[in-house]
């Protein structure tokens, strides 16, 4: 399924990229700046940064957060497994 150097693509499968890859992704998908997802989840915009660019592995509570305020599974955004959460609320995005 994963290949060498995957990177985000339209042929990469979210699963096969990192952590912070899929963060970025779903927050763009979402319409959402660091500022914004930050307060939503109750994490500094920085901390979600650092977590998408790959020099900070998160804490437990902290992806659970996150994950929530996207609408996405924790268990998703840490790992890939299952298929991407490409159903986001409409109503959570204001759209």
């Known amino acids: 399924m994963c290949g060498r150097g995957t990177r985000l693509g339209v042929?990469?499968?979210?699963?096969c990229l990192g952590m912070g890859a899929r963060l970025f992704a779903v927050r763009q998908a979402a319409g959402l700046g660091l500022i914004k997802l930050g307060?939503?989840?109750?994490?500094?915009?920085?901390?979600?940064?650092?977590?998408?660019?790959?020099?900070?592995?998160?804490?437990?509570?902290?992806?659970?957060?996150?994950a929530r305020a996207l609408k996405v599974r924790a268990s998703w955004l840490a790992f890939g497994g299952g298929s991407d959460p490409w159903i986001i609320s409409q109503s959570i995005l204001g759209r």
């Not at 042929?11 to 699963?15: E, G, I, Q």
């Open 39 to 66: 307060k939503l989840a109750g994490v500094s915009h920085s901390t979600i940064g650092d977590i998408e660019k790959g020099r900070q592995l998160p804490a437990v509570d902290t992806v659970e957060r996150i």
């Open 11 to 15: 042929t990469t499968p979210m699963a």
